[in-house]
């Protein structure tokens, strides 16, 4: 079963108005989660690093005013979509690592959230 | 230069038949892991497979193999008797400490 769920799926907003997307692991604990966003029919592009007690890691070229990650809590991480635009309109995938005691980062299998379609008009 | 490269946009295959879906990668670090995920119209991703450069084996996951040709640094996904369902989105990845996704390539299953 689903292993992190996202809120909300869908959402239609106007243009300059928020919305804010949670992610949530599912009976463990993510010290990190990681957030993405595709275009249709491109891959996933990393957006941020959220980290559980401090600031979130912004990849090169995202605006970290315009998307504010809060890593709350270990079982929960907020993307705020900031006075979105028209442009801001893409799918948004969120992911946790399952942490394995002594395992190497590189062999955490990331599970993804189902995705928040984010429409603004 | 790309970290993922996976060359066939789309693919085509008989319902029933094996499919080989292509994807090389690139790095220095002596230490990774190579994924796949699956990408069906609802936009989920669903994790296959997965294969670490150390291990020696090749993956299998019920349907799904990984082909590792590590000198040539490949992580081919072969799926065996392909189903109408196996039809979707396929996503190479490794991960060094973040995950590096490819293009990927979109499978159509053909009754």
């Known amino acids: 079963g689903a292993v992190v769920s996202q809120h909300p799926s869908w959402v239609i907003c106007k243009s300059g108005t928020s919305v804010k997307i949670e992610c949530r692991s599912l009976?463990?604990?993510?010290?990190?989660m990681f957030w993405y966003r595709q275009f249709p029919k491109q891959s996933l592009m990393l957006m941020a690093t959220?980290?559980?007690?401090?600031?979130?890691?912004?990849e090169q070229g995202v605006e970290k005013d315009k998307f504010l990650i809060n890593h709350a809590s270990l079982t929960l991480s907020t993307l705020t979509v900031t006075s979105a635009h028209p442009e801001d309109s893409s799918f948004y995938i969120c992911?946790?690592?399952?942490?394995?005691?002594?395992?190497?980062?590189?062999?955490?299998?990331?599970?993804f959230g189902p995705g928040t379609r984010l429409l603004v008009l | 230069a790309q970290k993922i490269t996976q060359t066939q946009p789309g693919m085509f295959v008989q319902e029933k038949e094996a499919v080989t879906l292509d994807c090389t990668y690139d790095?220095?670090?002596?230490?990774?892991?190579l994924f796949w995920y699956k990408q069906p119209s609802s936009g989920e991703m669903i994790f296959l497979i997965y294969?670490?450069?150390?291990?020696?084996q090749n993956a299998t996951e019920g349907r799904y193999s990984l082909n590792f040709q590590k000198a040539r640094k490949s992580a081919n996904l072969v799926i065996s008797a392909s189903q109408l369902g196996d039809s979707a989105m396929y996503f190479c990845?490794?991960?060094?400490?973040?995950?590096?996704f490819g293009t990927g390539t979109s499978l159509t299953v053909i009754p």
């Open positions: 990845a490794m991960r060094e400490y973040q995950f590096y």
């Open positions: 790095t220095s670090d002596p230490s990774y892991g």
């Open positions: 294969q670490g450069s150390y291990d020696q």
């Open positions: 009976d463990f604990q993510a010290t990190t």
């Open positions: 992911s946790a690592s399952i942490p394995v005691p002594g395992s190497l980062a590189e062999r955490e299998t990331q599970y």
């Open positions: 959220s980290n559980e007690g401090s600031k979130a890691t912004y």
